[in-house]
Antibody, heavy 117, light 109 residues
Framework: QVQLQESGPGLVKPSQTLSLTCTVS??????????WSWIRQPAGKGLEWIGR???????NYNPSLKSRVTISVDTSKNQFSLKLSSVTAADTAVYYC?????????WGQGTLVTVSS | EIVLTQSPGTLSLSPGERATLSCRAS???????LAWYQQKPGQAPRLLIY???SRATGIPDRFSGSGSGTDFTLTISRLEPEDFAVYYC??????????FGQGTRLEIK
């Protein structure tokens, strides 16, 4: 069974770039026809899809975040990554990586990122 | 963008009762690309239903999904203590924009 694990700094300063990595184990990130996604959830609130990368390398982003988001994949490390630039306090949330063919079959445990000076 | 509206916001029921959760879309969801998730405090969401009515692997048959177009329902036939959680619907038919409903909190009465 595929497992996902998020990693990255838990604290980011305003205006800086948030960078997270999702490490995939139990399967190859480059096999099958799946989307590898990032989703976030502010404390006590609902889920917001950030974007995804397909096994071919093509990407789709939430239009509301598109200007600040980059998702990339490193098949040699079986990882995919998220970069979110020019962060503000509104970007404070638990960030999840997940994968599936449209829905999200499997999720990482999530990592809390706080934006604060 | 397809907006998903879940109702009720909070549902208070007792173990053994039947739960009916609603998810209404602002536009038709193509090919029933509608999923349901369960989230417990401190945990990641868990996929329950995909394709509007197909149960994910390992999901008990007391969970069922139905609906098409703009109206979808998640039914839990007989509530177990572990079913009290927050439930989200998600549409993935309006590519590339994926959206979630705001959630329904199922609490013990």
């Amino acid at each position: 069974q595929v497992q996902l694990q998020e990693s990255g700094p838990g604290l980011v300063k305003p205006s800086q770039t948030l960078s997270l990595t999702c490490t995939v184990s139990g399967g190859s990130i480059s096999s099958g026809s799946y989307y590898w996604s990032w989703i976030r959830q502010p404390a006590g609130k609902g889920l917001e899809w950030i974007g995804r990368i397909y096994t071919s390398g093509s990407t789709n982003y939430n239009p509301s975040l598109k200007s600040r988001v980059t998702i990339s994949v490193d098949t040699s490390k079986n990882q995919f990554s998220l970069k979110l630039s020019s962060v503000t306090a509104a970007d404070t949330a638990v960030y999840y990586c997940a994968y599936g063919s449209g829905n999200f079959d499997y999720w990482g445990q999530g990592t809390l990122v706080t934006v604060s000076s | 963008e397809i907006v998903l509206t879940q109702s009720p916001g909070t549902l208070s029921l007792s173990p053994g009762e039947r739960a009916t959760l609603s998810c209404r879309a602002s536009q038709s969801v193509s090919s029933s690309y509608l999923a349901w998730y369960q989230q417990k405090p401190g945990q990641a969401p868990r996929l329950l239903i995909y394709g509007a009515s197909s149960r994910a692997t390992g999901i008990p048959d007391r969970f069922s999904g139905s609906g098409s177009g703009t109206d979808f329902t998640l039914t839990i036939s007989r509530l177990e203590p572990e079913d009290f959680a927050v439930y989200y619907c998600q549409q993935y038919g309006s590519s590339p924009r994926i959206t979630f409903g705001q959630g329904t909190r199922l609490e013990i009465k």
